[in-house]
Nanobody
Framework: QVQLVESGGGLVQPGGSLRLSCAASGIIFSLNRMGWYRQAPGKQRELVAAIASGGWTNYADSVKGRFTISRDNAKNTVYLQMNSLKPEDTAVYYC??????????WGQGTQVTVSS
């Protein structure tokens, strides 16, 4: 059974930082493209950042230069370092794993709120 467990969300002031983690089990982690998505109230879920099995990354324009995605294949974990957070970054953040063998899988989400 595939499980993706996110952690690290919370309340932070504008300009602050948070690091999200997503621990995966039930998949061959190293073969999966891992991604972070977010969904704000009333909006569609959108890609924030993704990292391929080989380490290639891509980011939404709105987070380039502020967010960094990384992965630790030994720990089956993907991270999202978020710096210079803005109120518009407020959303539920979801971890995604996508692989040929395991298909498309989602975590339960973690709330990030940026507010003074």
């Amino acid at each position: 059974q595939v499980q993706l467990v996110e952690s690290g969300g919370g309340l932070v002031q504008p300009g602050g930082s948070l690091r999200l983690s997503c621990a995966a089990s039930g998949i061959i982690f190293s073969l999966n493209r891992m991604g972070w998505y977010r969904q704000a109230p009333g909006k569609q879920r959108e890609l924030v950042a993704a990292i391929a099995s080989g380490g290639w990354t891509n980011y939404a324009d709105s987070v380039k230069g502020r967010f960094t995605i990384s992965r630790d294949n030994a720990k089956n974990t993907v991270y999202l370092q978020m710096n210079s957070l803005k109120p518009e970054d407020t959303a539920v953040y979801y971890c995604n794993a996508n692989g040929m063998l395991s298909g498309d899988n989602w975590g339960q989400g973690t709330q990030v709120t940026v507010s003074s």
